[in-house]
């Protein structure tokens, strides 16, 4: 089943923070995160494994909450580089190594 | 530069036809992952092989097939082809499982007319 994605899009102002949030109906193994830019192929940001457990990279990070199958991706002072869509990937309980992409944020930062 | 390669990068055909998409991983990696990107389905898993072997299936038409050879380069064949196969079609490959960072080559942009 379909992660559901929100919001679907959002735009900033270089240095302001955003939080995208994806949410299962199913309980879930893991939760990935990606960003894609316009023609280009989706880049990894973080895997998160653990419940409540949360990653960061760079300015990014994410939480995991495995008991209300939800991750939220947060996005600090946030940089023109950081415009692209978001996805987030979702596998089930159980490590099904099937990965569902939710529909996508698109995130745009102006300068 | 993601390490994976992708073959070709476009592709133009017409309905009914049968085409043939070339995936090469990253050095080192064994799984390799088929996903098919078109606007109105987003981001769709078909198909992973791991060392040769298939792993695990998601939306993939039976009108399309995968294998990995033991190189470890991947082939996806569609056949049959109609109007709403028209997408971009990604390979993946990562070190072992879907827990391991998945690395995108950059994509097959197939159109069928």
């Known amino acids: 089943q379909q992660p559901v994605q929100s919001p679907q899009a959002v735009i900033l102002r270089e240095g302001e923070d955003a939080v995208i949030n994806c949410s299962s109906s199913k309980a879930l193994y893991s939760v990935h995160w990606y960003r894609q830019k316009h023609g280009e192929a989706p880049v990894f940001l973080m895997i998160l494994l653990k419940g409540g457990e949360q990653k960061g990279h760079e300015k990014i990070s994410a939480s995991f909450n495995e008991k209300k199958q939800q991750s939220s991706l947060y996005l600090t002072a946030s940089q023109l580089s950081y415009s692209g869509t978001y996805f987030c990937?979702?596998?089930?309980?159980?490590?099904?190594?099937?990965?569902?992409f939710g529909k996508g944020t698109k995130l745009t930062v102006n300068p | 530069d993601s390490g994976v390669t992708q073959t070709p990068k476009h592709l133009i055909t017409a309905t009914g036809q049968r085409v043939t998409l070339r995936c090469s991983p990253r050095?080192?990696?064994?799984?390799v992952y088929w996903y098919q990107q078109s606007l109105d389905q987003g981001l769709q898993f078909l198909i992973q092989?791991?060392?040769?072997?298939?792993?695990a299936k998601g939306n993939i038409l039976e009108r399309f097939s995968a294998q990995q050879f033991p190189d470890l380069h991947s082939e996806l064949n569609l056949s049959s082809l109609e109007l709403g196969d028209s997408a971009l079609y990604f390979c993946?490959?990562?070190?072992?499982?879907?827990?391991?960072?998945?690395?995108f080559g950059p994509g097959t942009r197939l159109t069928v007319l």
């Open positions: 993946a490959s990562s070190v072992r499982t879907s827990t391991d960072t998945q690395y």
């Open positions: 092989y791991y060392n040769g072997e298939e792993r």
């Open positions: 050095s080192g990696d064994l799984s």
């Open positions: 990937g979702t596998e089930g309980k159980g490590g099904s190594e099937k990965l569902v």
